[in-house]
Structure formats: structure tokens, C-alpha cells
Nanobody, 121 residues
Framework: VQLQASGGGLVQAGGSLRLSCVTS????????LGWFRQAPGKERGFVAT????????YYANFVKGRFTISRDDAKNAVYLQMNNLKPEDTAVYYC???????????????WGQGTQVTVSS
């Protein structure tokens, strides 16, 4: 599965961005999907995940209702709507897939190129 994230950019604190991730796999609906991020000098960390059929979602604690993960299997796409962005959200954001639910940190694979999100204060 090849993944390509997009939608990042420079935004002021309090602003919003919508990230998209498109895959090339024909069995996209069989995958659990996740968003991760990596800030400079830090390890990549979990942001959000969504299961098959979009009936369940998990978020990292720091999201606190600001981010929403969604998927459109017809478009082979997963999205991350990010509102009320903070400077500490600055990172490269990646999408990935898993065949397990709930997924553990090591259950994700097929990391594609990320998209840079920069939040200015």
C-alpha cells in the first residue's frame, strides 16, 4: 500500500487545516487507518486512528476535541481535520495502515511521505 499525505502548511495559532491521505490499495476498506506526527528532535507519535466502517475512533490525549479523523473508502482517503491549532502541533504528519483493531503502536505500516504542518504563535 502506498500512501501520500497532503494538506499541510503554515497557519497561525487558532487556525485550522485539513490533512488528506490517499492510498493506492484496492482493499482500502479492509484497513484500519491512523495519523501520526513527528516534531523536530522527537520520536514519531500517535495522533488518531479510525476502524473499518468508521464506527470507532481513538485520539491521543493532546487532541482534546480539536482534531477529527474520518475516512472515505470510495475515494481511498483518510482525513484529519485539525482545529484550534497550537504551536506545539508543529510537526510532520504521516498516515499509515493497520490490519488490527485496536491497533498497537507497532501494528501500523506502509508509512508514506508526510506533510509538514507549521503553526505560528
Amino acid at each position: 500500500v502506498q500512501l501520500q499525505a497532503s494538506g499541510g502548511g503554515l497557519v497561525q495559532a487558532g487556525g485550522s487545516l485539513r490533512l488528506s491521505c490517499v492510498t493506492s490499495g484496492r482493499t482500502f476498506s479492509n484497513y484500519v487507518l491512523g495519523w501520526f506526527r513527528q516534531a523536530p528532535g522527537k520520536e514519531r507519535g500517535f495522533v488518531a486512528t479510525i476502524n473499518w466502517g468508521a464506527t470507532m475512533r481513538y485520539y491521543a490525549n493532546f487532541v482534546k476535541g480539536r482534531f477529527t479523523i474520518s475516512r472515505d473508502d470510495a475515494k481511498n482517503a483518510v482525513y484529519l481535520q485539525m482545529n484550534n491549532l497550537k504551536p506545539e502541533d508543529t510537526a510532520v504528519y504521516y498516515c499509515a495502515v493497520s490490519l488490527k483493531w485496536p491497533p498497537g503502536g507497532t501494528d501500523f505500516s506502509s508509512w508514506g511521505q508526510g506533510t509538514q504542518v507549521t503553526v505560528s504563535s
